[in-house]
């Protein structure tokens, strides 16, 4: 039978922020990704006093899950160390680091996202790039999509769980009317998750969020990403404190 109990981390380290940005991945076409993406989380982090952690993982955080459900666990468990966490999917990539998130959060939401638009006026909550303020209500609402087991295989997986939970229709993408959690939630500009069928002019994040995951494409996005830092010199990182795993890549500023 499923457990319903969201798996505690098999590692921990010391914060030197109130902040983390982080991503994790498993399978080689996923880690390929990471490997691309990862400095530009680095380099986002040091720029704006963030920690970040980038790994790729040889074993699962939720094994009897489908992969996109490791995200859960982790941003639950780093919610009891940092006031925010900030999510990036390893398939997502840091285009301009010059604006920082955190000025773009209502401080009345705890959960930011960006919503997709589709024909009709639909949307669709995306959590390839999702941050979450500490807050007893954001921790319930993790552990309610967690807890939704009709949607562990869906092709959604814990996006589609949010969904149906703030209150819109994976299946149809409309909003079905308002829930206990959709007052938590602010939707971001796109340029935050800008993707080829909603892109942002200038985008801050690309998303690769279909089937298609061109790392040859990533790879002229992290290009223009080291052109666009040229010159700019970050803090200096600090390194792993004692009690830390050193398998984690882990950026303390």
């Not at 999917?89 to 705890?110: N, Q, V, Y």
Request: aromatic content about 10%; charged content about 25%; overall charge neutral.
């Amino acid at each position: 039978m499923e457990d319903l109990r969201i798996p505690s981390l098999p590692f921990s380290w010391r914060p030197q922020n109130k902040m983390l940005i982080c991503s994790i991945a498993t399978g080689a076409k996923h880690i390929a990704l990471l490997r691309v993406m990862a400095p530009t989380v680095a380099f986002y982090a040091l720029q704006h006093k963030m920690d970040s952690l980038v790994l790729p993982l040889e074993s699962r955080l939720a094994p009897s899950r489908p992969p996109a459900w490791d995200k859960i666990v982790l941003i639950y468990n780093a919610l009891r160390m940092y006031e925010t966490v900030m999510w990036i999917d390893a398939d997502a990539i840091i285009c301009d680091p010059g604006k920082d998130i955190r000025e773009a959060l209502d401080p009345d939401r705890t959960i930011h996202l960006v919503a997709h638009k589709r024909s009709r006026g639909r949307l669709i909550p995306n959590t390839g790039v999702w941050v979450c303020r500490r807050a007893d209500s954001t921790l319930e609402l993790l552990e309610k999509v967690w807890e939704h087991a009709a949607y562990i295989h869906h092709r959604w997986w814990e996006q589609a769980a949010l969904m149906d939970l703030i209150g819109y229709d994976p299946q149809t993408y409309t909003f079905q009317g308002p829930t206990p959690y959709s007052g938590l939630v602010q939707f971001l500009d796109h340029e935050w998750n800008s993707r080829n069928k909603d892109s942002a002019p200038h985008p801050i994040i690309y998303h690769y969020c279909n089937k298609h995951k061109p790392v040859e494409d990533m790879e002229e996005h992290y290009s223009r990403f080291l052109n666009r830092i040229a010159g700019i010199e970050p803090p200096v990182a600090k390194p792993l404190e004692a009690g830390s795993d050193p398998s984690c890549s882990l950026t303390l500023s």
